[in-house]
């Protein structure tokens, strides 16, 4: 099984800071997608990022995927409480459809 | 976008019996998906279901445990078969449509 490892897990921060949440394995991929659950719902499609060293934003948030494709980072910028959610990365299980492997997620909880 | 609904939202049962949990996406779909999660965690991949076809298990859920059907492009289902504590958790329905993955919001099982 090819592990996505997430870190912190677990993410307390005040409405104003920046954060960095990451996303490592030790094998390569073809593409990497970020989600966020809120309680309640079901994980959102954030962003997909596919080529090596590719950057992608998303108003305060801000995509990274490795030059190697075996990592990512989810950078936001003056974190705001509507934020708070869990972040999990994902990557394509492989073979036919796009079944998704999740990481372990980031619980983040943005204090007002 | 694909809209996924999912219901029961939530339930509380007893022990020994079974649950169904039915996923209605508004639009054709080839490939669902049924994922666990337990509170605060993240997702693992129970099965994938294609119309007209078996569904595929991953390691550690059995047909027996949690049968599934699919009997159109819209529709599926997922029944917990005699339930038991451990069993309590939330399941996701998904579907992929153009390379994404969109999920239901959710059933939170709770089995007493």
């Known amino acids: 099984t090819q592990l996505l490892e997430q870190s912190p897990q677990f993410l307390s921060i005040q409405e104003g800071e920046n954060l960095t949440v990451y996303c490592n394995s030790s094998s390569v991929f073809s593409s990497l997608q970020w989600y966020r659950q809120e309680p309640g719902e079901g994980p959102v499609l954030l962003v997909t990022?596919?080529?090596?060293?590719e950057v992608k934003k998303l108003k305060r948030l801000t995509f990274q995927f490795g030059d190697a494709r075996k990592d990512s980072s989810l950078h936001i910028t003056a974190a705001q409480p509507g934020d708070t959610g869990l972040y999990l990365c994902a990557r394509p299980r492989g073979g036919a459809g796009n079944m998704l492997t999740f990481g372990g997620g980031t619980r983040l909880m943005v204090k007002p | 976008s694909a809209v996924i609904s999912q219901k029961p939202s939530r339930d509380i049962c007893q022990r020994g019996t079974s649950l169904t949990i039915q996923c209605q996406v508004d639009?054709?779909?080839?490939?669902m998906f049924w994922y666990r999660q337990q509170p605060g965690q993240s997702l693992t991949l129970i099965a994938t279901?294609?119309?007209?076809?078996?569904?595929?298990?991953e390691s550690g859920f059995v047909i027996d445990k949690f049968p599934i059907s699919r009997p159109n492009l819209t529709f599926s289902t997922l029944t917990v078969s005699n339930m038991s504590p451990e069993d309590s958790s939330i399941y996701l329905c998904g579907a992929e449509e153009n390379t994404e993955a969109f999920f239901g919001q959710g059933t939170r099982l709770t089995v007493v």
């Open positions: 279901a294609n119309q007209g076809s078996e569904a595929t298990y």
């Open positions: 990022v596919v080529t090596g060293g």
């Open positions: 639009s054709q779909v080839t490939m």
